[in-house]
């Protein structure tokens, strides 16, 4: 489930278990501090807040340094979903998750988890073979930092996709949970688009 702002929090707050991870986005146009208030009151409602991290849309490193330093501490942050972030051309030095999560700041800033993008049914602009290869090398690279991983999927209509998906990365990394992206209320163009 996903909260964007301090409001979206206390709604999300009233439907949810104490304890619940609660996504924010890391929105185009917007850097990483955006999300600072929302995951706050989200610790303060008593649920688990975990940004998003688009890293073709960090800007620098020092940024992504200081949010990460202001996540932990002001909101318990411990966990970030890391994805590579749909931008033509990287903002600054991160090209790739696998970039980001190479830098070592994850776990220098006290990040615990890292959740990792999963695609059951491919990317448009990303071969098959290249994902798997760049979710290998990211599950390698969290293991070496301690960091513990996981993988979200895209939203996925699918269930056999899924089932395969999830089979498949079983084989090869057994150890690593997968939640399957499900799409929360929209419109049906929402949804379309």
Do not use: W
Not at 116 to 132: D, N, S
Request: glycine share 8%; charged share 20%.
């Amino acid at each position: 489930m996903g909260a964007d702002t301090p409001q979206d929090a206390s709604r999300v707050a009233e439907l949810l278990p104490a304890g619940t991870p609660v996504y924010v986005n890391h929105l185009p146009r917007r850097d990483l501090d955006h999300a600072l208030p929302a995951l706050v009151a989200l610790r303060q409602a008593g649920l688990e807040p975990v940004p998003h991290m688009a890293a073709r849309r960090i800007a620098s490193r020092e940024q992504v340094q200081s949010f990460l330093r202001q996540a932990v501490r002001s909101a318990g942050v411990a966990k970030v979903l890391l994805i590579g972030g749909d931008v033509p051309q990287p903002l600054g030095p991160y090209d790739t998750a696998g970039a980001l999560l190479r830098d070592r700041l994850l776990a220098d800033c006290g990040i615990q988890q890292v959740g990792l993008a999963g695609y059951p049914e491919g990317h448009p602009r990303i071969a098959t073979q290249v994902l798997r290869a760049a979710l290998a090398d990211k599950l390698s690279a969290a293991r070496e930092q301690g960091l513990g991983s996981y993988v979200v999927t895209q939203f996925s209509f699918s269930p056999n996709r899924i089932a395969e998906y999830c089979a498949d990365l079983a084989r090869s990394a057994p150890d690593v949970a997968v939640y399957a992206g499900l799409a929360g209320p929209a419109s049906p163009m929402a949804l379309l688009r």
